[in-house]
């Protein structure tokens, strides 16, 4: 067994890594849902090619960086987490920065492919809050990391229209990189990570640990399978709802309306997350998320029929309700099936999962979308039943799983 962090140093450390996280994920809001904005300002007029390049551009960073997670998972557990992070933050603060001066819709890409290689900053930080927390508290310190990613969406995208609107959107990226180096001091100054010793303490292997030695753990296969499900669905939604506005009768500000079902629902996913966190303290965690599935997937099917904005919103807030907690307590899963020094390796494997369900969620959600709404949210939904069906069936020993009790 591998010693846990002490009780006195663990919250400093997920406080301070949850502040971190916040703060760059806020920055990232300011430019990334206006994307498709800063293509028009690069030349590109045409709508269909506007559409071309935002969704190839959007999905080219977690593509990459999905192939290069188990990569920079490996280097975390043999250089230290804390590293990682670093290198990560520090390659955003530059690479932002350059967006800010491209001239060419080519240069952006170009500027998003370099970014891949210096991502997963998010599913790291997962990692680092499930290492950093006693065993029975590991939920709790994921949600909150992920909580400050689901806020910063309810927060980011309102300011960074405004300065979108009043400074312009090159200015927003100088802002993101600004905030990316913020939360690199942050972490430097308030993370103290503590790095294992010679003295009999559980240490990364000498080797690399490849996918393999993980598909061994029984149910490693089928949390990954949740992962890319509960991401798939989040990011085709982010998707598929400003397009359902655009459609809707008697909408003047379609922008504004869409903002504003994001943020609430950003929120409640937020909300959400804490407290499947709270409740995974004295329930199965499978049980929890079976239940978030199924409840989630048929609010999904319910969105196909909206034909409202109050509708939209009141559905829309109720699906985070359900499915906001899924990617903490999928993560909270993974991290209790693999031994605690090859955790970084781990998470690096399911977060290739997850920048899979990044990458091809747009992609799929937007071709369908374009044929029918209700196509992508049935898509969403029937993704639900299956991983309903993976619980139920394919690993039903998860459905019992409980968070270790406090010794």
């Known amino acids: 067994m591998s010693p846990r962090p002490s009780t006195e140093g663990w919250q400093r450390n997920v406080w301070a890594l949850t502040l971190c996280v916040f ?3 806020v920055g990232f809001q300011f430019f990334n849902p206006f994307l498709p904005l800063y293509i028009r300002e690069l030349g590109v007029t045409d709508p269909a090619r506007i559409a071309l390049w935002s969704g190839l551009i959007a999905a080219v960073t977690p593509a990459i960086s999905g192939l290069l997670a188990p990569v920079f998972g490996r280097l975390a557990d043999r250089f230290g987490r804390k590293l990682m992070l670093i290198r990560s933050l520090a390659g955003f603060t530059v690479i932002i920065a350059i967006m800010g001066l491209v001239t060419s819709v080519e240069q952006l890409l170009v500027t998003r492919i370099l970014q891949g290689l210096f991502a997963g900053f998010s599913p790291m930080a997962m990692a680092v809050a499930s290492v950093s927390a006693p065993r029975e508290k590991v ?80 149910h490693f296969v089928p949390v990954m399978v949740l992962l890319v499900i509960a991401q798939f669905i989040d990011r085709g939604l982010s998707l598929t709802i400003p397009l359902h506005v655009a459609h809707l009768p008697g909408i003047d500000g379609s ?50 029929l909206a034909t409202s904005a109050s509708t939209l919103l009141v559905l829309r807030t109720l699906v985070a309700l359900c499915l906001g907690g899924a990617l903490t307590l999928a993560y909270t899963l993974g991290g209790m099936i693999v031994p605690s020094e090859t955790r970084g390796a781990a998470f690096g494997w399911l977060a290739m999962g997850v920048q899979i ?11 369908l979308a374009a044929v029918s709404l209700g196509n992508a949210y049935l898509m969403d939904a029937g ?25």
């Open 23 to 25: 703060i760059a994920f």
């Open 139 to 218: 939920s709790l310190a994921i949600a909150r990391v992920q909580g400050a990613q689901l806020i910063s969406v309810a927060v980011g995208p309102a300011i960074g229209g405004l300065v979108a609107s009043h400074l312009g959107t090159r200015v927003a990226f100088f802002i993101t990189a600004a905030m990316c180096a913020l939360a690199l001091v942050a972490l430097i100054v308030l993370f103290q990570e503590k790095r294992p010793g010679p003295s009999g303490e559980a240490r990364a292997p000498d080797r690399p640990v490849p996918l393999r030695e993980f598909l061994r753990y029984r």
């Open 255 to 304: 922008a504004a309306m869409s903002g504003i079902i994001i943020s609430v629902a950003a929120a409640g996913a937020a909300l959400s997350s804490t407290v499947v966190a709270r409740l995974s303290m004295a329930l199965p965690i499978g049980r929890l998320l079976f239940v978030q599935f199924l409840i989630g997937g048929a609010l999904c099917s319910a969105l196909a």
């Open 357 to 367: 369900g990044t990458a091809a969620s747009p992609l799929l959600s937007g071709a």
């Open 383 to 407: 993704l639900a039943a299956v991983a309903t069906l993976v619980l139920a069936f394919g690993a039903p020993e998860l459905l019992r799983r409980r968070e270790p009790r406090q010794q």
